[in-house]
């Protein structure tokens, strides 16, 4: 598991999808791939967020399953 909180992560997807939508636009990219790549990355956030209110969970999950393999 990352270290780095989620509520982070999150925040830093948000800016990479903005500064790379501008990136993008600026480089002359189509607007269907701005679209496309900007879908993507929203997807990706969208997950993020739902992980997050059971990340607790999840991490003593793991751990119990890391202590009863070994």
Do not use: C, H, W
């Amino acid at each position: 598991m990352s270290a780095v909180p989620l509520s982070r992560q999150i925040y830093s997807l948000e800016r990479l999808i903005k500064l790379g939508a501008q990136a993008l636009r600026k480089e002359g990219a189509r607007p269907s791939e701005v679209e496309m790549i900007i879908a993507d990355a929203v997807a990706a956030k969208a997950t993020l967020e739902a992980i997050e209110p059971v990340q607790d969970e999840m991490r003593a999950l793991i751990r119990t399953a890391r202590q009863g393999a070994a």
